[in-house]
């Protein structure tokens, strides 16, 4: 595992229980596929395969989709209050079939959602993880939770 990240017991955590590579950052790039944005919203983070992946911090599910559909594939978003304000995480490119969660539930930090994939546009097994401020405007995934995942 690499040392990006250090992850423990508190209301916020990554969404892997170890550090894990991180491939691509948040912010401009050079598209990587066909129909792949110039715009990188989030961070790549490369656990192997089938590793699970787990809720940030408790909250809502808003909105799934358990096929590949293109884009973001199979994914998961969640609504958090944090400090008084929403926040959507975002978790794309899972495995069909491991979505672990449905629209409405409550899930609590640490929950399992589903699966690290290779759906949508993607080039390679990973989670793309994503976090919205006010659920729609994409702020940098590893400095957001670097401030907020404390001993």
């Known amino acids: 595992m ?6 423990y017991s508190g209301p916020i955590q990554w969404p892997f229980r170890a550090g894990v590579p991180i491939s691509t950052d948040f912010g401009p790039r050079i598209p990587p596929c066909f129909g792949c944005s110039s715009f990188h919203k989030g961070i790549d983070m490369n656990p192997g395969n089938g590793s699970p992946i787990q809720a940030i911090s408790a909250g809502v599910v808003r909105e799934l989709s358990r096929i590949d559909n293109g884009g973001l594939g199979v994914y998961v978003m969640v609504d958090h209050n944090i400090d008084g304000q929403r926040v959507t995480s975002v978790y794309a490119h899972m495995q069909e079939g491991s ?36 659920g729609t405007t994409p702020t940098d995934p590893y400095a957001w939770l670097s401030e907020r995942v404390i001993p």
Do not use: R
């Open 2 to 7: 690499a040392a990006t990240f250090t992850n």
């Open 99 to 134: 979505v672990t969660v449905s629209e409405g539930q409550s899930v609590d930090v640490g929950d399992i959602l589903g699966l690290v994939g290779n759906t949508g546009q993607s080039t390679g097994p990973h989670l793309h993880f994503e976090i919205l401020l006010d």
